[in-house]
């Protein structure tokens, strides 16, 4: 049965989106059927920055380090970039623009101008090696690439075509940004007029192929995602002052995931915009550090892969801290272990854990699981996220399935982006005839709507959030030529969710130890994608009947070895 939660946020949310208030929806026709789209939202990101950069120019909204930006002044130099872009760079409508650095205010800063030039913004994985971000380069044509001094040195003498254009992150936006920054005659540059259907961003998604493939959305899949997350945020303000628990102070949240990962884009940095947050910066993620930060810029909500907030309430230090002001614990990107759950309400008496699912090509628009609910159903990733969601369990022919019976999870919405840069092949494969999303996850529903994932059809390693490709560690272990057989499998881990294990049969005769391909594979795949756990095998790895390498006992018995171990 429907807890009394959940009809209190229904009710809600039945009121905000009727017509004349807030959250308004219209029909869209699309897929050969409609779906609801918001009849208020800004076209463009352009038009989405300059109205709620106006509403809320005042407050502070970039904290990083010692710099320290409201809105207006955040909004500013966006456009000093945005017209460096346009006049000294010459980026036209379309172009793909590719930021890769780590994050900072300049990184939003630069994400804000490409967008506001015209530029469709191509979000770089910061970990990749050189060699992988030129493949991401290339794949997306990118024209532009606006680097940090680190990830430009990774890519000296890579094979892509883009110009890069190296920008710093300490120091005021003007400095940093200078090699972007517009001429004097900043207003004289014309901005393009955007619309809903042009480009607006690509993002990379692992895939089974073993090699990244660019999802890249419209500006009105983009708006969308962020502002169903402004609906759910409304939502739930509007919940606490029944409850008479709502706050005057400015709401504040801690930056500790990627900017280049569709969480930190979407419902955190974009987000943040249209409820007036805060956001405060850290370099790099450090538990002890974020404790910190929370206490001292009074942090009211803070989002990150499940390890994040877990290492923080199982802090030794945690009692020195007063963490009272965050209300709100989110995790996404990856499982969280139902044990967590409870591990950080007891830690964080004062607010509540929250799940999210989403993913890259939904503009991380999916379910929410909150607060009691997620209490009494830990497991589970939530509903569907009212009101654009439309969430079916599907089987392999796209035939909808019955309540509990267990199927692909699809999503259907106007925030779903609109497919991979020059794959028709994979976007077709991807959508089903009447436009649902393919997760690649299985799942079933509950009697109460509520999401549980029980397994993934993709052959992907979750670790940490970041996802990797079985296929892609496998052709890197292969490439060495001692190797006859190998196998690459995600394993659990308390701290990450996932870690990368393999297995591996040398070649007759031939000796290759575990630290020696270790040592062979640095260098050729990211750090976050080098296997955690290496094993060599003495006899054929095991096969099922298809003769494909059976990876399932694989993952068992390693699991195992490790637990005895």
């Known amino acids: 049965m429907a807890t009394e939660l959940d009809k209190a946020l229904d009710t809600i949310m039945d009121g905000l989106v009727q017509p004349g208030q807030p959250f308004e929806t219209q029909p869209l026709e699309r897929y050969g059927t409609t779906i609801p789209e918001f009849s208020n939202a800004p076209p463009s990101l352009s038009q989405f920055f300059a109205h709620y950069c106006k509403e809320h120019a005042d407050l502070a909204f970039l904290v990083d380090g010692d710099i320290r930006l409201t809105f207006a002044e955040t909004y500013e ?66 024209s532009l690439v606006l680097a940090d001094p680190q990830r430009a040195k990774r890519m000296d003498g890579t094979d892509h075509c883009a110009k890069v254009v190296t920008f710093d992150h300490g120091g005021a936006p003007d400095q940093g940004l200078g090699p972007i920054w517009a001429d004097s005659n900043l207003h004289e540059t014309t901005l393009p ?6 480009l607006a961003t690509m993002l990379y998604t692992s895939g089974s192929t073993g090699y990244p493939k660019g999802a890249f959305s419209d500006h009105r899949g983009v708006i969308s995602g962020v502002m169903n997350y402004v609906a759910q945020s409304a939502m739930a303000a509007l919940l ?75 802090h030794p230090q945690r009692g020195e801290f007063d963490l009272s002001c965050c209300k709100s614990f989110a995790a996404g990107g990856a499982p969280r272990p139902v044990d967590h759950v409870t591990k950080i309400k007891e830690s964080f008496p004062e607010g509540f854990p929250l799940l999210g699912y989403g993913l890259t ?37 796209g035939n909808l399935l ?15 982006f609109r497919g991979y840069w020059k794959n028709d ?38 670790r940490g959030g970041e996802n990797i490709s079985c296929i892609e560690v496998e052709q890197a272990i292969y490439a060495h030529p001692d190797v006859t057989e190998c196998s690459v499998f995600g394993l659990p881990d308390q701290r990450f969710g996932e870690i990368v294990g393999a297995t591996y049969l040398v070649r007759e005769g031939k000796h290759l130890s575990p630290d020696e ?18 094993w060599q095998a003495h006899e054929a790895l095991p096969r099922l009947g298809t003769q494909k390498i059976d990876k399932k006992s694989l993952r068992a018995q390693y699991t195992a070895q490790m637990e005895v171990g």
């Open 193 to 198: 007029d955007l619309g809903p259907d042009d």
């Open 361 to 397: 090509e939904t503009n991380a628009v999916g379910c929410g699981n909150f607060n009691e609910n997620y209490l009494a159903k830990p497991g589970s990733t939530g509903k569907a996220s009212r009101p654009l969601v439309d969430l079916a369990i599907l089987d392999d022919d």
């Open 240 to 314: 606490m002052a029944q409850r008479g628990e709502e706050s005057s102070s400015q709401p504040c949240a801690l930056v500790a995931v990627p900017l280049f990962h569709v969480t930190g884009e979407i419902p955190l940095f974009l987000q943040s915009f249209a409820i007036a947050r805060k956001l405060v910066l850290m370099p790099k993620w450090d538990a002890l550090e974020a404790m910190r930060l929370i206490e001292a810029e009074q942090v009211s909500y803070f989002v990150g892969v499940p390890l994040m907030s877990y290492e923080m309430a199982s």
């Open 402 to 416: 019955e309540q509990g019976q267990i199927g692909e999870v699809c999503l259907r919405s106007v925030a779903n």
């Open 517 to 534: 391909l270790h040592d062979y594979l640095k260098g050729r795949l990211a750090q976050f994608k080098q296997p955690a756990h290496l």
């Open 77 to 142: 130099a966006a456009q000093a970039v945005a017209a460096g872009l346009v006049s000294r760079h010459g980026v036209k409508v379309g172009d793909r623009v590719g930021i890769a650095a780590r994050n900072s205010a300049n990184w939003m800063i630069a994400y804000m101008g490409a967008a506001m030039a015209g530029g469709c913004v191509t979000l770089l994985n910061g970990f990749w090696t050189g060699d992988e971000l030129a493949f991401g380069i290339r794949l997306a044509d990118c």
């Open 425 to 462: 092949e994979a976007t077709d494969a991807a959508f089903t005839g009447n436009g649902y999303f393919r997760s690649g996850d299985l799942g079933y529903l509950d009697e109460d709507g509520y999401l549980f994932i029980v397994d993934r059809k993709k052959d992907i390693i979750i």
